[in-house]
């Protein structure tokens, strides 16, 4: 039996849809495939209990008949942590459940997938990080990173300092055009010659990006001011502007369908936004109307700007809330990303089954 944990360096990566993507192709192989997420760390409540969605699109897409506690034997919440610290969380206990659980879902698979964390130091607390996790249950790991400029190779190389020789190799996600062939002509070469085995690298595709514009501002409750923009555009992840202008205008040509949020008096980010061909929409914060002149700059910049009334934590919990509730968690995507693993990436190397 191969066990393959997939981990990632940061949130946002795709990493559950390339988990279960990774055990549709295995199962078109012909393989028994089971999943197991270790560590519940997605969490929403719903009818009075608090679930982790990953395990449960896993669930339905891999036909599994495993019970949710099973699948998500730890659910990682803050409250859990917070006890943990108070000492009422015992690690053995933990880790022998995960044990237990682990063992009952892999009987009679040829593949088991574990899903890590979005940050592989995540279950520190209890001594489940996702290098421990790995150790406990004797899996290879495969990380899955971004790579939006050359300083990301950092954070791969420190992960693989901490998974070592379990670290089977490294997959780059939603790598967009302009960075595409720099990663694969330096990075990747460089990473090899490192010890980091690169697998592959999967293009940016706008069918398994965020929201629309018109989407994000019905999902926080804003109004958009612009309505003669089209709001069709797709945003993928926001940037506060809580910085200085010249840092703002700094950060944000380094990204890409973003949404900014800053407050509605921060007329110095709302101007560097309008600069930046990466910034998809602006929400204002706190119910202050921008001046004429920025509606005007947006309207000629083609940058939508939408208006919140609530104060700017607020809104980033609720932006991070709908953008993340559009990522890589519908079918629809999942299929995708097989197409797309399949077409940039050595399946079969990866899940053991050359």
Request: aromatic share 4%; hydrophobic share 40%.
């Amino acid at each position: 039996m191969t066990t393959l944990l997939v981990t990632s360096t940061s949130g946002g990566t795709g990493k559950t849809a390339i988990t279960v993507a990774l055990g549709q192709l295995a199962r078109k192989q012909g393989a028994t495939v089971g999943y197991m997420k270790p560590k519940g760390t997605n969490l929403e409540s719903a009818v009075g209990k608090t679930r982790d969605e990953d395990p449960m699109i896993a669930r339905q897409l891999l036909d599994l008949d495993a019970e949710m506690h099973q699948l998500e034997p730890v659910v990682y919440s803050p409250t859990f942590v917070q006890e943990a610290i108070r000492g009422r969380a015992d690690p053995a206990e933990l880790r022998a459940d995960i044990e237990t659980n682990f063992a009952d879902l892999a009987a009679d698979t040829d593949i088991m997938l574990l899903e890590g964390s979005d940050h592989h130091f995540t279950g520190g607390t209890v001594g489940l990080t996702d290098a421990d996790i790995a150790e406990l249950l004797d899996a290879e790991v495969l990380l899955v990173s971004e790579y939006t400029e050359a300083v990301d190779v950092d954070e791969v190389i420190a992960s693989g300092k901490e998974f070592g020789d379990r670290l089977a190799g490294v997959l780059f996600n939603d790598v967009s055009p302009d960075r595409y062939d720099e990663l694969v002509e330096d990075a990747m070469p460089f990473l090899d010659g490192k010890g980091i085995n690169s697998v592959g690298a999967v293009p940016h595709d706008e069918q398994l990006g965020g929201k629309t514009v018109s989407e994000l501002a019905d999902g926080i409750g804003a109004e958009l001011l612009t309505p003669e923009l089209p709001d069709d555009g797709r945003i993928e992840r926001f940037v506060v502007g809580a910085m200085g202008s010249s840092e703002a205008l700094k950060q944000l040509r380094r990204t890409r369908n973003a949404a900014v949020i800053t407050g509605g008096d921060r007329s110095d980010i709302q101007a560097a936004a309008m600069q930046s061909s990466g910034v998809g929409c602006v929400v204002l914060t706190g119910g202050y109307r921008p001046s004429n002149a920025v509606l005007g700059e947006a309207t000629s910049n083609n940058v939508p700007i939408m208006l919140v009334q609530s104060d700017t934590r607020t809104t980033i919990d609720r932006t991070e809330s709908v953008l993340g509730s559009g990522r890589t968690r519908t079918p629809e995507t999942v299929e995708r990303m097989a197409d797309l693993l399949s077409d940039s990436v050595d399946v079969e190397s990866v899940l053991g089954l050359d």
